[in-house]
């Protein structure tokens, strides 16, 4: 099946750094990833649409100056939490779909801890 | 706006019964229904969609789940539960023919099996 790989698993950042995610499709090509955020026990919440070639969608309420996404290449997007502050700490997740009208492969997530 | 509600934060149920996890679901347009599992710290993985055709899909693990239109529900059902089946449970919608393929997922619903 299709894969998509995200690294690191988990990282641990100083408060006013920078962490960038990067989120990549092994086995096929994706125009479009889409990130994920997810807090303890809480369910995922979309906050941007990744765009091979183009600027980002975000979600309203996500900050596109504080979560950077690139989308450089058909099987690589990055997310870097810019100037990161503890309330970032949450769980990231991407996840891609090898094509029209299929199911989204998710990456395993990063656990990021800003402290 | 689309939406997705698991009425029911846990399920408890003992190894061999069978399992049932509520899902409905609002959505302009068709519906593409997809269930998927998440593990403690990890992604998410897929179980099974609906997009079109038969209302009864079967997926991953002897999973199934029953699309039901005029309910607007897409139930997740295991005729005998195993305790590896105990894990957090999402049950996700988009609206693929609207050209939003990002998904809205539901709260969530844990489901614990007992020996």
């Known amino acids: 099946g299709a894969v998509v790989s995200q690294h690191p698993s988990w990282v641990i950042c100083k408060s006013g750094t920078s962490v960038k995610i990067e989120c990549r499709s092994l086995d096929f090509q994706a125009t479009t990833m889409f990130w994920y955020r997810q807090f303890p026990k809480q369910s995922l919440m979309l906050m941007a649409t990744s765009n091979e070639g183009s600027k980002a969608t975000y979600e309203q309420g996500v900050e596109k100056d504080k979560f950077l996404i690139n989308h450089a290449s058909l099987t690589l997007s990055t997310l870097t939490v810019t100037s990161a502050h503890p309330e970032d700490s949450s769980f990231y997740i991407c996840s891609a779909n090898r094509g029209r009208n299929t199911e989204a492969f998710f990456g395993q997530g990063t656990r990021l801890t800003v402290v | 706006a689309q939406s997705v509600a698991q009425p029911e934060d846990q399920v408890n149920v003992a190894e061999g019964n069978p399992l049932t996890v509520k899902c409905t679901y609002s959505v302009s347009g068709n519906p593409y229904l997809f269930w998927y599992v998440q593990y403690p710290n990890r992604g998410l993985q897929f179980l099974l969609k609906y997009i079109t055709g038969d209302n009864l899909v079967k997926g991953s693990y002897g999973f199934e789940a029953e699309f039901n239109k005029s309910q607007t529900s897409f139930h997740l059902k295991k005729p005998s539960a195993l305790v590896s089946d105990s894990a957090l449970y999402f049950c996700?919608?988009?609206?693929?023919?609207?050209?939003?393929?990002?998904?809205?997922f539901g709260s969530g619903t844990r489901l614990q099996v007992q020996p």
């Open positions: 996700a919608v988009s609206a693929m023919d609207t050209g939003r393929r990002a998904l809205t």
